[in-house]
């Protein structure tokens, strides 16, 4: 990853990724327009990479905003590169396509860059999100991931994606697409959660061999969405070690842990929905991180995972129980 001459990566297809994103996802309680808000300002500051999802629920306040940066003149269609995601619910092959569609009509676009699977975990088709039973356990579904993956294809084939990729798979699940009969696209990607406290070493290493882009999420472990991760983990952005890297630099922790990332070659994805934030995310172009810095932060590693996906450890496509 060149990044004193381009702020892209080339993907296994061709089409360009740039290396930093904006992150739209956002807890229940934050209004939806705040996801908007957030997305004119991430374009104004200059992010070019939108990452969003069917789940998170606000795909409309998110396209709009997309729209208005382009009406206005800042940016054209061409210059955003805009991912969204296959919900569980619609792993099945018949409902993979009109998945998308519904995302594109949300966003009032004609195609998004990349669209990938949310997660190996397929749940039971229908509207609810999180299908549950009388005890409140999801309803899962037996799917084949090649199935789905077919199905993806398609979509890349139909122009209504340009890229295809996954999320949250294992390298035992990468391989499974790798080595399916028939393959006709490769997984650009395999975006994942990765951060100082669980760098990911093992998979990235696996994914570069593959020419996987890994897309880190969670990059600066700030979100603590209860419904999701454990309250009591530790703070990444407290961590003395980042800390003392990023005063040594006149930087913050966050704008070192991302600059990490893309120093070994990880696309990293900033969420933050505060003006000042958003524009401290997007300079981490302008300072270098040394041999020595990077060797510490590396140090750091204990694989801690924040999003454990706990509630569906017994499914067996459940992607943590292998070491990477």
């Known amino acids: 990853m060149d990044l004193k001459h381009s702020r892209s990566v080339r993907l296994n297809d061709g089409h360009l990724m740039p290396v930093l994103g904006f992150g739209t996802y956002a807890p229940e309680h934050t209004p939806k327009s705040k996801a908007g808000e957030a997305t004119q300002v991430a374009i104004d500051v200059g992010?070019?990479?939108?990452?969003a999802a069917y789940f998170?629920?606000?795909?409309?306040?998110?396209?709009?905003?997309?729209?208005?940066?382009?009406?206005?003149?800042?940016v054209r269609r061409e210059d955003v590169f805009y991912t969204t995601?296959?919900?569980?619910?619609?792993?099945?092959?018949?409902?993979?396509?009109?998945?998308?569609?519904?995302?594109?009509?949300?966003?009032?676009?004609?195609?998004?860059?990349?669209?990938?699977i949310h997660n190996p975990l397929a749940m039971k088709p229908g509207e609810e999100l999180l299908p549950k039973d009388a005890s409140g356990n999801i309803i899962f579904d037996t799917v084949d991931l090649r199935d789905t993956w077919e199905a993806l294809e398609?979509?890349?084939?139909?122009?209504?994606?340009?890229?295809?990729?996954?999320?949250?798979?294992?390298?035992?699940?990468?391989?499974?697409?790798?080595?399916?009969?028939?393959?006709?696209?490769?997984?650009?990607?395999?975006?994942v959660?990765?951060?100082?406290?669980?760098?990911?070493?093992?998979?990235?290493?696996?994914?570069?061999?593959?020419?996987?882009?890994?897309?880190?999420?969670?990059?600066?472990a700030s979100h603590r969405d209860p419904n999701w991760m454990d309250p009591d983990s530790p703070y990444l952005l407290e961590e003395p070690i980042?800390?003392?890297?990023?005063?040594?630099?006149?930087?913050?922790?966050?704008?070192?842990?991302?600059r990490y990332q893309l120093q070994r070659g990880v696309v990293v994805l900033a969420k933050s929905?505060?003006?000042?934030?958003?524009?401290?995310?997007?300079?981490?172009?302008?300072?270098?991180?040394?041999?020595?810095?990077?060797?510490a932060i590396d140090g750091l590693n204990r694989n801690?995972?924040?999003?454990?996906?706990?509630?569906?450890?017994?499914?067996?496509?459940?992607?943590?129980?292998?070491?990477?």
């Not at 998170?56 to 800042?74: C, L």
């Not at 000042?276 to 302008?286: A, C, H, L, S």
């Open 304 to 324: 801690l995972r924040y999003t454990k996906l706990q509630f569906a450890v017994d499914h067996p496509y459940y992607p943590f129980s292998e070491e990477y």
């Open 56 to 74: 998170y629920q606000n795909e409309e306040e998110v396209g709009k905003a997309i729209r208005e940066k382009i009406a206005d003149g800042t």
């Open 193 to 220: 959660e990765c951060h100082p406290y669980l760098n990911q070493s093992k998979l990235l290493e696996f994914c570069k061999s593959k020419d996987i882009v890994l897309v880190a999420y969670s990059a600066l």
């Open 154 to 191: 398609k979509c890349k084939d139909a122009g209504l994606t340009k890229s295809i990729g996954v999320s949250n798979f294992n390298h035992k699940q990468l391989e499974l697409i790798l080595n399916k009969p028939g393959l006709k696209y490769k997984p650009t990607c395999n975006q």
């Open 273 to 295: 929905f505060s003006e000042k934030r958003i524009k401290e995310n997007f300079q981490v172009f302008d300072f270098e991180l040394t041999p020595e810095d990077m060797k």
């Open 242 to 258: 980042l800390k003392s890297i990023a005063k040594k630099h006149s930087r913050s922790p966050g704008q070192v842990a991302l």
């Open 85 to 116: 995601k296959l919900w569980t619910t619609f792993f099945r092959p018949e409902l993979v396509r009109p998945a998308l569609e519904r995302s594109l009509k949300k966003l009032q676009l004609d195609y998004v860059d990349l669209f990938i």
């Open 47 to 51: 992010f070019r990479h939108i990452d």
